[in-house]
């Protein structure tokens, strides 16, 4: 019985830890549906306030109209993160909009399992490095020019076990796994 009052369950627990995001702010990139979404979710019920990153505004918005469901502001915003100009503009937007930013999650990704190498598409290819590579580089820097002068923030970016073993026809996101891994270290 003592035991039992001196612990608390698994849940409370996790929500007491999880209170340390407590009005942080984090940009998650593809965060409109899947992985990002679910990332999303988690960092608003740990109290971090939510930027959804995705291509298009009403998937943005619609995602972030749930997560404000869980007690968080949370905002949508149109992006595309290949294109740096964007990119730059977005992050200034969030600062603007939530007056700092402490978290990027970069999660934005595409996943093509394409012909043999003789046949991929320089379209497919420049699109794969565009999103999964130029756009973790993109955001990555766009973060630490709100980093640094503040001294904190953290990056996460999600890569693949496909980083370090290739697959047969995914040529394009094996290679932009493995510099994802190369970036962050």
């Known amino acids: 019985e003592n035991f039992a009052q001196q612990t608390s369950s698994p849940s409370t627990r996790r929500g007491n830890e999880m209170k340390k995001l407590d009005q942080k702010v984090a940009i998650v990139t593809g965060a409109a549906q ?29 995602a972030a109209d749930e997560i404000a469901k869980l007690g968080v502001t949370a905002r949508g915003y149109a992006v595309d993160v290949s ?80 980083g370090f073993s290739s697959n047969p026809g995914r040529v394009a996101y094996c290679a932009t796994k493995a510099a994802v891994i190369m970036m962050t270290e």
Request: with cysteine; proline share 2%.
């Open 83 to 162: 294109k740096s100009k964007v990119v730059d503009a977005a992050f200034a937007q969030v600062v603007s909009d939530f007056g700092h930013l402490d978290i990027l999650v970069n999660n934005a990704g595409i996943s093509m399992v394409g012909p043999h190498i003789k046949d991929l598409t320089d379209e497919v290819w420049d699109l794969s490095i565009g999103v999964m590579q130029s756009g973790v580089f993109y955001c990555m820097r766009a973060a630490s020019k709100y980093f640094l002068p503040q001294r904190s923030g953290s990056v996460v970016n999600i890569s693949s076990i496909r």
């Open 34 to 62: 899947g992985i990002g979404r679910a990332i999303a979710d988690e960092l608003a019920r740990a109290g971090a306030h939510i930027a959804v990153f995705d291509l298009k505004l009403e998937a943005a918005q619609a």
